[in-house]
């Protein structure tokens, strides 16, 4: 009973230490907000990304001027779905801690989700709303 206990204390701990890294990386976004709008409407527009929608794209394949901008972000690949009734560019990146993995997505297909504060704990995945079409999620699960 005593090693159930620690770990539910563990894993709450965990899970609100977690939290905290998130928000706290939601700060940071939320400061360069416009150099990621910029970000997001080129590779909308670029060739090289719009040859392979919907497909996971590592940074290391795209020109070396966008290449240098996701590098710097922390960006390791990208997804993108570039359509008329939906747009979407997802930033999967690597953080410096083993929080799971981060995604930062911009999309124009779920206004809900994209709400500033929204919060859905999906078990391992958990999703922050950031507003204006942004959010961030969380893959908890260590697989």
């Known amino acids: 009973m005593k090693s159930f206990l620690i770990l539910i204390v563990f ?7 977690t939290n905290k890294k998130v928000l706290s990386s939601i700060d ?3 400061k360069n907000v416009e150099k990621w709008n910029a970000l997001t409407e080129e590779l909308l527009k670029d060739e090289i990304v719009n040859q392979k929608l ?3 794209i590592k940074v290391t394949d795209l020109n070396k001027s966008i290449y240098n901008k996701l590098h710097k972000e922390n960006v390791i690949y990208i997804t993108v779905t ?3 009734n ?3 560019v997802e930033y999967q990146k690597e953080w410096t801690s083993s ?9 124009s297909c779920d206004s809900i989700k994209t709400q500033k ?3 859905e704990d999906l078990n391992p995945i958990h999703v922050f709303g950031i507003g204006n079409k942004w959010l961030t999620w969380i893959d ?3 697989i």
């Open 54 to 56: 919907e497909t996971l």
């Open 86 to 88: 939906c747009q979407k």
């Open 117 to 119: 504060g929204y919060y």
């Open 140 to 142: 908890l699960d260590p």
């Open 28 to 30: 940071d976004f939320e």
């Open 82 to 84: 570039n359509n008329p």
């Open 11 to 17: 894993i709450f701990v965990s899970c609100s230490n």
């Open 99 to 107: 929080v799971g993995t981060q995604y930062l997505e911009w999309t």
